[in-house]
């Protein structure tokens, strides 16, 4: 089971960066096709460099480690309560006491 988990994850990574190629590719070859820079068009995929900081930019939205930490932090304040999640997370741990008890049992 883990090397099915394991090799789905690598094919989904893959795929991913196979899609991304695939736009940068369609976005140079269009602009090859226009003959000049259309400063409208964007990139698909795009990292720059400033004093040792990396930036990158995917289909012109930048991505940083402040955007997630700003997120996570906007999600902690809201602190919504799911009943459906709460009851879950419930019936996980029944059953996880329970499998450890009949676990035990067995065992001893």
Do not use: R, W
Request: glycine share 6%; charged share 20%; aromatic share 6%.
């Amino acid at each position: 089971m883990k090397m099915f988990m394991l090799k789905s994850l690598c094919l989904a990574a893959i795929m991913l960066i196979a899609v991304l190629t695939g736009m940068q590719l369609a976005s140079s070859g269009i602009q090859k096709m226009k003959g000049y820079e259309d400063p409208n068009l964007e990139t698909a995929v795009s990292f720059h460099e400033k004093d040792n900081n990396v930036k990158a930019s995917i289909l012109g939205n930048d991505i940083s480690s402040h955007n997630i930490a700003a997120k996570k932090k906007k999600l902690e304040e809201i602190s919504a309560f799911n009943f459906f999640s709460s009851m879950g997370k419930k019936l996980s741990n029944g059953i996880t006491s329970a499998s450890e008890k009949l676990i035990q049992f067995i065992a001893d």
